[in-house]
Every structure is written in structure tokens, then in C-alpha cells.
């Protein structure tokens, strides 16, 4: 039985090195698909923090060799939109049979 990976979409924010009009950095945006990443079930659990209460949701997702996603990145996840938690970090490939090298931890909170 064959491993099917699905396309996601990573959504990377770089500063431009201009400043706009009020001395703010400008940003620029850059989007694309990766095909054949694999997502782990989600993770999700009830908030209560003060006066907030919510769900938050994470998945792990697995990324094929060769693909760089950057901390502070958003990758959309069957029409969702989630944020990078922390900073990804590949395995070494001589220790990683399989096409998927890159783990990377997203999530999002809502409520």
C-alpha cells in the first residue's frame, strides 16, 4: 500500500528592506504549493485562559526532502490557514528512509 501525501500551500512574509510612507518596513509575500506532504491527525483541546475560551487545534505535518519551510511561515491545510509553531528542523537524511525528512508542528486557535 502506497503512502499518498497531499498538497499544502506555505506562505512565507520576508521584510523588503523599504519603508512606507509612515516609517513602517514593508512586506513582501510569498506563497506556493508543496505536493505529497504527509499530515498527522490533529491535536485538539478546549482553552480556558482568563476570559478566553476556544479550541485549538495543531497537526504535524511531514514534508519531503528538500523543503524549507522558515518559523513565523502559514501553511494552509485542506483550506485552513496555520501558523508555524516553532522552528523546523529536518532529520538526517542517512537516518530517514522514507521521501519525508522535515516535520513541522502548525496550529491555530479559535474562540
Request: aromatic fraction near 8%.
Given at each position: 500500500?502506497?503512502?499518498?501525501?497531499?498538497?499544502?500551500?506555505?506562505?512565507?512574509?520576508?521584510?523588503?528592506?523599504?519603508?512606507?510612507?509612515?516609517?513602517?518596513?514593508?512586506?513582501?509575500?510569498?506563497?506556493?504549493?508543496?505536493?505529497?506532504?504527509?499530515?498527522?491527525?490533529?491535536?485538539?483541546?478546549?482553552v480556558?485562559?482568563?476570559?478566553?475560551?476556544?479550541?485549538?487545534?495543531?497537526?504535524?505535518?511531514?514534508?519531503?526532502?528538500?523543503?524549507?519551510?522558515?518559523?513565523?511561515?502559514?501553511?494552509?491545510?485542506?483550506?485552513?490557514?496555520?501558523?508555524?509553531?516553532?522552528?523546523?528542523?529536518?532529520?538526517?537524511l542517512?537516518?530517514?528512509?522514507?521521501?519525508?525528512?522535515?516535520?513541522?508542528?502548525?496550529?491555530?486557535?479559535?474562540?
Amino acid at each position: 500500500m502506497a503512502v499518498i501525501g497531499e498538497t499544502v500551500r506555505v506562505q512565507v512574509t520576508t521584510p523588503s528592506g523599504v519603508r512606507d510612507e509612515f516609517n513602517r518596513e514593508v512586506y513582501l509575500t510569498e506563497e506556493f504549493a508543496v505536493p505529497d506532504v504527509l499530515i498527522g491527525p490533529t491535536d485538539s483541546q478546549n482553552v480556558a485562559d482568563g476570559d478566553r475560551e476556544g479550541v485549538e487545534s495543531r497537526f504535524t505535518l511531514h514534508f519531503p526532502r528538500g523543503v524549507n519551510v522558515p518559523a513565523h511561515a502559514r501553511v494552509q491545510v485542506r483550506g485552513e490557514w496555520l501558523d508555524v509553531l516553532g522552528t523546523p528542523a529536518s532529520y538526517i537524511l542517512a537516518n530517514t528512509p522514507g521521501r519525508w525528512s522535515t516535520p513541522v508542528r502548525v496550529g491555530v486557535v479559535h474562540g
